[in-house]
């Protein structure tokens, strides 16, 4: 049985090319795209009888709808240039909400990022101090205040 979740972007795609070309045209077959989904299709339609085309349509969507989840949350979770972080000083008991001016990222993970205060102040930080001091929202970092009180 084929298992949308080992495909490759590559295959997917394809298998979404063909998806595509039945909604367009109202048939795909074993030689468009590689006939993944016309396979596809087939396959589903051995275990649910007449749901062939529902099921495999299903299917990809969902997979497809997975992997964009995936990555815009993971977009969503970089920071960037003009990002607002709040910093807590654990040793004032303060919150200090900063912007970010700079950042830099090493294999995917944040290596460092500068931050601009309300003050003026500039410092650079590395990547390890958002979740730890520096916080996305100013209420995860009152929580993070709070928990060290």
Excluded at 17 to 34: H, K, N, P, Q
Excluded at 83 to 104: F, M, P, R
Excluded at 131 to 141: G, I, L, M, N, V
């Amino acid at each position: 049985m084929m298992d949308l979740k080992q495909f490759t972007q590559q295959e997917l795609l394809q298998t979404y090319r063909g998806y595509e070309m039945l909604m367009r045209t109202g048939a795909v077959g074993s030689e468009d795209f590689d006939g993944i989904f016309r396979n596809l299709i087939d396959e589903r339609n051995d275990l649910t009888p007449g749901l062939g085309v529902a099921d495999a349509s299903l299917a990809l969507l969902q997979e497809i709808a997975v992997r964009w989840a995936a990555a815009a949350e993971q977009e969503d979770a970089m920071i960037r240039v003009g990002t607002h972080l709040w910093y807590v000083n654990k040793d004032t008991g303060e919150i200090e909400e900063a912007v970010v001016e700079t950042v830099s990222y090493k294999n995917g993970a944040l290596d460092s990022f500068g931050a601009q205060f309300a003050n003026d102040d500039f410092d650079v930080f590395e990547g390890s101090a958002v979740d730890s001091c520096f916080f996305r929202s100013e209420q995860r970092a009152v929580q993070a205040l709070s928990s060290e009180a």
